[in-house]
């Protein structure tokens, strides 16, 4: 898989390639009043969730204009074109795929953005941003494997979020056997208790990744900030974090997520059935009914110490359909960028914390830096 085809082939990637171009505009534009791709987008936005009936109400000057122009699909393909795309630098990139990542949501139809974005006149504008942005070289790291040296996990320090990996914890093993036996009777209790209806208005645990509380860690960006402080699906607007460097053994066998065809290989090799327990959330944000299965991490750990998801195949994957056979499908989902989830306990903190603050931690303008740590501490 390409990387343009990965920006292009799935809703995140789309909506990190829309918030390029929206970043663009607002550095071009700064100062001004008007921005005409994030107004078109804004107002587009709000009629594609308020036709749905999920749109939150909108209060100021200009709410109550029931007589503006409906902004179409090719208007707003229009507006992209117009827009001037600026240089491409790491930081301007960060930020866009943060802002992807922010807005994922698997347990209800895609929100106004992204279904704008997957609009054929849309997807056709979006190509002059990915083509800008891998000519650039800055996402070429997008593609790559997990890096063994350059591993790092977070934890969180507010007191309403459990740290994600305490160590000295269960065994890697307990805790994947505990985990399928939840599963399973996770998925025979929706089974008899859940409406077999994918409509009918019904939620539980919409997430395909491994038990939380195994060892997951991600790499780092240029400037040597992990990912995994930056890009997380479902976040609860952390502000401080602490994070280790995770020592990997040498023989550690991972195997790579670099496409829809290697979570359906996964899904093939080790299916776990969850169609009872998860097909009311999926058929929300994909519109598929039918039967649904992901990995059995359970069992991949009997033959990989690891499973690692690239940040291109995020792109190209989150929230999407991906087919398995004839009759089964996937879905990935609840995953962080470039995150490696660890089925071994020959993982190791291998130095002191490193403490980060974050400025504007509920905004799309977030960002990590380190700090001290004080008596508060």
């Not at 082939?9 to 700064?30: I, K, N, Y």
């Amino acid at each position: 898989m390409e990387l343009a085809e990965a920006l292009l082939g799935g809703r995140r990637g789309r909506r990190a390639l829309l918030e390029f171009a929206l970043e663009s505009e607002a550095v071009l534009l700064q100062g001004q009043t008007e921005h005409p791709l994030h107004g078109g987008l804004f107002d587009a936005s709000y009629r594609v969730e308020a036709g749905r009936g999920d749109a939150v109400v909108l209060f100021g000057a200009g709410a109550g204009e029931g007589g503006k122009d409906v902004l179409t699909d090719e208007d707003i393909a229009d507006l992209l074109a117009a827009t001037q795309l600026v240089p491409v630098t790491f930081e301007r990139l960060r930020k866009a795929l943060v802002r992807s990542v922010s807005t994922a949501r698997y347990w209800q139809e895609p929100d106004g953005h992204d279904v704008i974005a997957d609009a054929a006149p849309v997807r056709a504008g979006l190509v002059r941003v990915a083509d800008h942005i891998v000519a650039s070289g800055q996402a070429a790291g997008w593609m790559s494997p997990a890096e063994p040296s350059r591993q790092w996990r977070v934890e969180w320090e507010q007191k309403d979020a459990p740290g994600l990996w305490t160590l000295g914890g269960e065994p890697a093993a307990a805790v994947l056997a505990s985990w399928r036996e939840a599963m399973g009777n996770a998925e025979r209790r929706a089974a008899i208790d859940r409406p077999a209806d994918p409509r009918a208005a019904w939620g539980g645990e919409w997430w395909s990744i491994p038990p939380a509380s195994l060892v997951h860690s991600t790499g780092v960006f240029g400037d040597g900030s992990p990912v995994g402080l930056w890009c997380v699906e479902d976040g609860f607007g952390w502000d401080r974090a602490e994070t280790r460097a995770v020592a990997v053994p040498g023989s550690a066998r991972i195997f790579e997520v670099a496409g829809a065809s290697d979570w359906a290989r996964l899904c093939r090799r080790y299916p776990l059935e969850v169609t009872a327990q998860k097909r009311h959330d999926w058929y929300r944000t994909t519109g598929r009914a039918g039967r649904w299965v992901m990995p059995d991490f359970s069992l991949v750990a009997r033959e990989y110490d690891a499973v690692h998801l690239t940040t291109a195949a995020y792109l190209a994957t989150a929230g999407e359909i991906i087919e398995v056979d004839s009759e089964g499908a996937s879905v990935v989902a609840g995953w962080n960028p470039d995150e490696t989830y660890w089925f071994t306990d020959g993982v190791r903190l291998r130095s002191d914390p490193v403490a980060w603050a974050c400025a504007d931690a509920n905004s799309g303008d977030a960002a990590w830096s380190r700090r001290r740590k004080g008596p508060e501490d």
